[in-house]
């Protein structure tokens, strides 16, 4: 079946390092991803894209990366802050826009 | 801040009840999204459009039903609500082609459903 999966766990980090999220997908060929971040009790609220033939991305603190050929993308924030703390869920744009499970960040000070 | 909204926020209804969850967007946007959302738990695309009289089943099924008559408009119907129904629902919308930043898509504040 088709699958986006991210770390089911959550991940707790302490403030100043550097925080890495993990999305895999089977059966998808995605031109796109994305990445969002949700607070709770709100909508998703896009961070960054990544196209198919690129390798990296960056915005501010925030890198994205993107391999085909593992079907899989990691999301880095560097010198977290306690503001970083969220749900972050990668999506793929296919037809429709595809949600992965989502990965809780908690940053403490 | 994201030209989208939804309303109500929060609805509270009886069993049984037919309710429209609204979602509009003034960005002209093509694409259009209802996602279904328990508390902590991950997305789930329900129903999608591609334009106006253009409307698709999600990966979720749904007893609920869609319409888009017009762009900027794209209105979720349960024609009988039931317990089950009970969630948040999140309208988003994109729009369509290829070039960076396009398909980034934007989220309303959400509907809180509730069925009792």
């Known amino acids: 079946s088709q699958k986006i999966e991210q770390n089911s766990e959550a991940l707790n980090i302490q403030e100043g390092k550097t925080a890495t999220l993990t999305c895999n997908y089977t059966n998808y060929s995605p031109a796109y991803l994305q990445w969002y971040r949700q607070d709770p009790g709100r909508g998703p609220v896009f961070l960054l894209l990544i196209r198919e033939n690129e390798k990296e991305k960056r915005k501010e603190r925030l890198k994205v990366t993107f391999d085909t050929t593992l079907k899989q993308s990691l999301f880095h924030i560097t010198a977290s802050q306690p503001a970083d703390s969220a749900t972050y869920l990668c999506a793929l744009v296919v037809d429709k826009l595809i949600f992965g499970t989502g990965t809780r960040l908690q940053v403490f000070p | 801040e994201a030209d989208i909204y939804q309303t109500p926020r929060y609805l509270v209804i009886g069993t049984g009840k037919k309710i429209t969850l609204e979602c509009s967007q003034t960005m002209g946007h093509d694409k259009m999204y209802w996602y279904q959302q328990d508390p902590g738990m991950e997305l789930h695309l329900i129903h999608y459009?591609?334009?106006?009289?253009?409307?698709e089943k999600g990966d979720l099924s749904s007893e609920s039903t869609v319409s888009r008559i017009r762009t900027e408009h794209f209105p979720l119907t349960l024609e009988s609500a039931r317990p089950s129904h009970t969630s948040q629902y999140l309208c988003?919308?994109?729009?369509?082609?290829?070039?960076?930043?396009?398909?980034?898509?934007?989220f309303g504040q959400g509907t809180r459903l509730t069925v009792v």
């Open positions: 459009s591609y334009g106006v009289n253009s409307t």
């Open positions: 988003a919308s994109s729009e369509s082609g290829t070039w960076v930043g396009g398909t980034e898509a934007f």
